[in-house]
Structure formats: structure tokens, C-alpha cells
């Protein structure tokens, strides 16, 4: 792990004193599957209490946590996690399965999400995440280098979708992102070959050719359609 993630711990601690009351890592780097090209450090920092003050206090140091690649780090209040399995039931689902505590109690590790509230947020993100698609395609037609770029970044999200259904269907998702894919085909008969060529390309093994990225981008779209059509049914 990255020296700077101790470093923000340290001072996190020191800013906060008593009053934080953890700190846990998530995402791809308590995945085993980090990637430093794309991939950044996710942390969810637990508070007792929480206020402006504290908020202003903080924001020199996530300034520079930041800046150095990062995602802005959830600051959370404990009745927070408790109220809010049925909104973010994908993200703490993932988080109950690959987290690290790195500073006081584990928050996630008892974490019981249902799964209509599981369903119904995939099929949230996964139509939210094609909106959201079709308008960056609609600001990047020009430019085969920025749907290139967009095919690239924007995967990641999807994947965190992916997990999702598989556990709406009683599976623990694999963690290594080529696994998970072939999980993903062999649940929902969908293919998953479009995210598996992302997959070479963000991992540095064979780039995205200029002529590759309009085909690619096709079958994006068509299976991503698939996908929200298959968690509709489910």
C-alpha cells in the first residue's frame, strides 16, 4: 500500500482525536485488484460527530489527499451505515466483502443488505449509468481519443454493477475483475467480451486501436442494454 495512505491515516487520527471512531479501506485496493493507472485509494472514514467545524477543520488534509490521485474520503456518522443499507445497498454490500479496517472497529463486517433493495438500486445505476453514457458519447463523438478514454475509465462503475446482480442471484461475486466477468456470462448467459477487451487494454496488455473504438463502443451500448433489460426481469 502506498506510504501515503499511512500518512493520511496518521493525520487523521491526529485531527480527529477522540472523536474517530474508524477508518476502512474498500474498493479495488482491498480487492486485490488494484490498478495504479485507474484505480485510487477508497476510504470510509467514521465519526462520532460531525459538523461544519469539523468539515472545515478537515479540508486542508483532503485537499492534499486528493491531490495525489485520490477520491474524496466518506465521512460518515455511525447511525448513517445503519440508515442507510437500503439506499446504497451495492456499495456496502461490496464494502462488507472486501474492506480493511485500518484504525479502530469494523463497521461493515455484520452488514445484512436486502436483496429488493439490491435489485432495485442495479437497476437504478445500471439505467442511470447508460443515460449517462449516451450524453458523454453525445460530447465526445468528435473525437475518437475521448470515446477511447471513455471507454476506458467509465467501465469500472459498471463492474461494481456486475457484483451487484450476482448477489441479487445468491452468488458471492469473485474478486479478480477477469473472474468476476466470466461469473457474469455464465450467470446471466450475457457475454461479456466488450468489458473483457477493456479489461486488456486498462491492464497495459493490447491498447485500443484507432479502428477498434467504434465497434467496441457499439457493443458497449448493446450489452450494457442487455444488462438493464436482464436486472428488469430479475
Not at 84 to 109: N, P, T, W
Request: overall charge positive; hydrophobic content about 40%.
Amino acid at each position: 500500500m502506498d506510504r501515503s495512505v499511512a500518512k493520511f491515516v496518521e493525520a487523521l487520527k491526529k485531527a480527529l482525536g477522540g472523536e474517530l471512531i474508524s477508518i476502512i479501506l474498500y474498493g479495488s485496493a482491498a480487492r486485490e485488484d488494484f490498478d495504479k493507472k485507474f484505480s485510487d485509494y477508497n476510504l470510509m472514514v467514521v465519526v462520532e460527530t460531525l459538523g461544519l467545524d469539523h468539515l472545515r477543520r478537515l479540508s486542508p488534509l483532503v485537499r492534499w489527499w486528493v491531490r495525489r490521485g485520490n477520491a474524496i474520503p466518506l465521512f460518515v456518522r455511525p447511525a448513517h451505515i445503519e440508515g442507510s443499507k437500503d439506499v446504497f445497498a451495492i456499495e456496502f454490500a461490496d464494502m462488507r466483502d472486501h474492506h480493511r479496517v485500518l484504525y479502530g472497529r469494523d463497521f461493515v463486517q455484520d452488514i445484512e443488505v436486502d436483496r429488493e433493495h439490491l435489485r432495485l438500486q442495479c437497476e437504478r445505476e445500471v439505467k442511470t449509468g447508460l443515460l449517462g453514457l449516451r450524453s458523454a458519447i453525445l460530447e465526445r463523438a468528435h473525437s475518437l481519443g475521448g470515446l477511447r478514454r471513455l471507454l476506458l475509465k467509465s467501465s469500472s462503475s459498471f463492474l461494481a454493477i456486475f457484483r451487484g446482480i450476482l448477489r441479487v442471484r445468491g452468488q458471492r461475486p469473485p474478486g479478480p475483475k477477469k473472474d468476476l466477468l466470466k461469473t457474469v456470462t455464465d450467470v446471466t448467459g450475457i457475454s461479456m467480451g466488450v468489458f473483457e477487451r477493456i479489461l486488456e487494454a486498462r491492464e497495459g496488455k493490447t491498447p485500443v486501436a484507432r479502428s477498434e473504438v467504434l465497434p467496441l463502443l457499439e457493443q458497449y451500448l448493446t450489452t450494457l442494454q442487455e444488462v438493464a433489460s436482464y436486472v428488469d426481469g430479475l
